[in-house]
Every structure is written in structure tokens, then in C-alpha cells.
């Protein structure tokens, strides 16, 4: 908020998303809300809960639209409103081409290292174009003025920038992308190569979550657009129109409302050790991830069994339990992906369980944040196996969640996380070697070393919080202003 109010003075913020914040259900006939497992929600929400404005979604809710006004409305949070979630509709063919077919069909496996091959179909890239000018639609009907802040979010929306410059052209458009972007030789791969980069640089800055990202995205540039380049400046010029490209390294709030409200960890440890009907002296290890390809789960749960066969001396005593959030169920490789994870923890389950004990648990549902915080703060470990994630915020959850410094978190070197959670024990999560091996080390780990590592990561994460992304993004959005004033294009 005070970014805002010293570098945008008197702006108004709206954000654009395709995933909403609050999610309205009804469930035997009472009307619930949810928070989806979404690490941009995760990071974004707390922000816009602090500037105010309005966050436009696609409402995907089964009572989304019972709680609206007649402009698709509702101020949010619900116990406590702040801002206003305004809800877009589309249709099941929109949703189909847009969301299932060209967002994660095609851009999520092009963007991310984790070999499922992208597929790229006409139809679904006229359904992108065609929710992304709906999206523009709704935020010319909620700006109120010539030249609001708009934050357009994640890969939904490549197109929407331009769109928005188009009929905003003194908007500060601020884009950010929340997964990896891929060099250019495969960006390539996408058929609508040049029209992506053009929606972009629609945009008055471009961020994306680590410098190598960036690069990526100039070598692309480059590569498929007759822009100027200025790669000392970051900056590409396209029909006059400049946009930085920036890197900005995302958060989580700090302190973090779900660690405040959750019970001490002697407490969470108790509770999570009966539910899951675990000896006092058992070891627990710990998985949380929208069920996704790019997480890798499978290898994960693959180094659970190679650690259980190098290293006796944790059978019957090391429980791994992989909360998994059903995600994009209607696309065939999720579902592939759903049956192989299954397979894996049967199988290793059938070779090391004994009697009651059952080295994994899976736990295949949506859990609401007080859950996942309470399995944070239970377990000796956490175990991030990303092939490929732009940050990875569960990494920084863990970390939010140990206050008692105790804990170890093994981490995948292809998280962006891992380029600041450098006191992590960090693999390769394809060498299960490697990946027992740092297993085995956070189980034996003595408390002092497992304080200090803790410790350090803890000050990492408290300071590069996420109102500090979000700061730095409008301090240098609040720069362009000031010389775009200077220079007489806005007033
Ligand atoms: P995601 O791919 O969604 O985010 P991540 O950053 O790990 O991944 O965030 C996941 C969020 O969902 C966390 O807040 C976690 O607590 C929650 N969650 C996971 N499993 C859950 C479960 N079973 N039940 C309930 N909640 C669950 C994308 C990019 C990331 C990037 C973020 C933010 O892929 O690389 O870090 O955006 O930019």
C-alpha cells in the first residue's frame, strides 16, 4: 500500500487473473468458499488485500453466481471485504480451448522442461484470443479513469496487454509471467510465436521470476520480431511503444496468516501423527503440489523407494505423505500422470509396507490452507521435486511454517526457489541417488544444523517477502509514470 501511495499516487489498481481468489460453493446446501491450490493466488491475494481494487477472474465456481451483483460483482474477502472480485463468464467451449487447450495444452508444456509435448490446435488458439478480448472488455468496463495499473497475470493472457493498450493507451500494464520461459529455439515450436510477443509488448513491464527467464524472452524477441533490442536496458521498442523486461523473484506474505493462525508444532505433530496412525518415534516427509507432470511426483515418490532400499534402517520408520490438489483432471496426461502416481505408491507401498505401516500416503484432494500448514509444521521434512517451476512458493511455505526452526527442506534445482534457498539440501531430482542420499542426510541431520540452515532461510524468505515483489514492480511502474509525465504523454 505505500508503494502505491508514494511511487502511483491516487491510482487505481486492477488485476487480472484467470484464477479467482475465492472460489463459491455449495455443499449439502451450505454455502462454502474455498482457496484454490494456486501459487499465484497464494502470493497475489495478500497484496490486492493491501492496495484495494478490483481483481478480475473467470468465475469457475458451482455458486459463483449466486453471491454477485448485476455487474458480476462481490467484494471479497468475504469475512472481511477489501477489495472487489469481479467474475467474468465464459462458456464451455471458451473454457475448453482457452484453458484446457491452448493455456495447458500448449503453452504450460512448451514453457516448462518436463517432456510432455505441447499441442497446438487452431481452434483453441481462436477460444485464447477470443476469452482474452473478453478479459480486455472487462477491464475497460471497471477502469475508472484514462490511466489505471493493471496487472496482468500468468499465461493466460499473452494477448491481452496489446489488447489493452489498444484501448487504454495510457494504462501502466504491468505483466507478470509465473512460469519459466523457454529458450528460443523451442519457443519456436509455437505456431502463433510472433502474435504471443506482440500481445506482450503490449505491456509497459515484463517480469518473470528469475534473469534467465528474461534473457530467454529477449532471445526471442530477437529472434521471430523486427523490435529494437536494447539489452543493456532490458528493453525492446515495438511500433514506439517500450516495455522493460524485468526480473522480479515471487513471495509469500510474511508473517503469514495461515502460520499465525496455525497451533504450535508439537501440537500440528500430534494431531498429523493420529491421523495418519503413526508411532511417537516415527519420521515423517512431506509432498504438497497440485498434482502436476512439472512437479515431479513420481520421481519424488521414486527416491522415497530408493531411500527405503539404500538405507534400512528407515523402513518402517519413515512415512512419506504426498498431498496432492486434483488439477486440470480433463486433460489426458493429468489423468496419465494421476494413474502413474498411483501405480508408484502402490507398488512401493506392497514392497516395504508391513503390518500397518505404509511408507506413502496419498492423500489425492484439494486440503484448505490450515491443513497444509499443519503437515508443514509436523513433518522432519519436505521434499520439493519440481522437473521445471518458474518459483515454487511451497518451498517458501515450509520455511514460513517452522517457526520452531526445525525441519529440513530438500529442494529440486530447477525451481527458481532454489536460486535463493541456497540453505535447502538441493538435488536433481532425475538422479534418485542424489535425491535419497540428501533424504537420508535431512533424516540424520542434527538439530543444530537443521536450526541454522532454518534459520537463515527463514531470514531470507521473512525479508524478500511478497510485498516486496510487489513493491519493486510498482516503484519502477511509478518511474515510468513520472517520465512518461515528464515527457507529456500522460498527464
Ligand atoms: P503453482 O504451479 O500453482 O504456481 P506453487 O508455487 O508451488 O505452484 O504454489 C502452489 C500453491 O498451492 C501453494 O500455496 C500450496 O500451498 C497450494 N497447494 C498445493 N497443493 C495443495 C493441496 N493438495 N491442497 C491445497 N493447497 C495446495 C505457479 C508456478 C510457480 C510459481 C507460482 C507463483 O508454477 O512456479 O511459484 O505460480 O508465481
Known sequence: RDALARHLPGSEVIVVANREPYIHERRDGVLR?????????????????????TWIAHGSGAADREVVDRHARVRVPPDDPAYTLRRVWLTAAEEEGYYYGFSNEGLWPLCHVAHTRPTFRGGDFAAYRDAN??????????????????????????????????RLPRATIITFW?????????????????????????SSILGFHV????????????????????????????GGQ???????????????????????????RERVFADLGLAPDALLG???????????IEERLLAVERLLERFPQFRGRFTFAQLAAPSRTRIPRYQELNRNVEEVARRVNERFGEGDYRPIVLLREHHEPPTVFRYYR??????????????NLVAKEFVAARDDEAGVLVLSRFTGASRELGEALL??????????????????????????????????????NVYRWAGRMLVDAGRLRKRDRVSGRIT
Not at 34 to 53: D, I, M, N, R
Not at 286 to 296: P, S
Not at 378 to 391: E, F, I, N, Q, T
Request: glycine residues 6%; hydrophobic residues 40%; aromatic residues 8%.
Open 378 to 391: 509436523a513433518a522432519d521434512l519436505c521434499y520439493v521435486s519440481s522437473l521445471h517451476d518458474g518459483m
Open 211 to 238: 534473469q534467465a527467464h528474461c534473457n530467454n524472452f529477449l532471445d526471442s524477441v530477437d529472434r521471430y520480431l523486427e523490435a529494437r533490442l536494447d539489452r543493456e536496458r532490458q528493453s525492446v521498442v515495438l
Open 178 to 202: 509465473h512460469i519459466p520461459w523457454p529458450n528460443s529455439e523451442r519457443f519456436g515450436i509455437c505456431p502463433w510465436g510472433p502474435e504471443i510477443l506482440e500481445g506482450m509488448l503490449g
Open 427 to 464: 538435488v536433481n531430482p532425475y538422479d534418485l541417488e542424489e535425491a535419497s542420499s540428501a533424504l537420508a542426510a535431512a533424516l540424520a541431520m542434527p538439530r543444530e544444523e537443521q536450526r541454522e540452515r532454518m534459520r537463515a532461510l527463514r531470514t531470507f524468505v521473512s525479508e524478500f
Open 242 to 268: 517500450e516495455t522493460l523486461i524485468r526480473a522480479y523473484p515471487i513471495s509469500i506474505d510474511w508473517p503469514t496468516r495461515w502460520a499465525a493462525d496455525a497451533p504450535a508444532a508439537p501440537l500440528c
Open 33 to 53: 468458499v474455498q482457496h484454490p491450490a494456486s501459487g499465484l493466488v497464494t502470493a497475489l491475494e495478500p497484496v490486492v488485500q493491501a492496495t484495494g481494487g
Open 133 to 166: 478480448r473478453k478479459f480486455a472488455d472487462a477491464v475497460c468496463e471497471e477502469a475508472n479513469g484514462p490511466d489505471p495499473v493493471v496487472l496482468v497475470q500468468d499465461y493466460h493472457f499473452a494477448l491481452l496487454p496489446r489488447m489493452i493498450r489498444e
Open 286 to 296: 512431506v509432498g504438497i503440489d497440485r498434482l502436476d507432470y512439472t512437479k515431479g
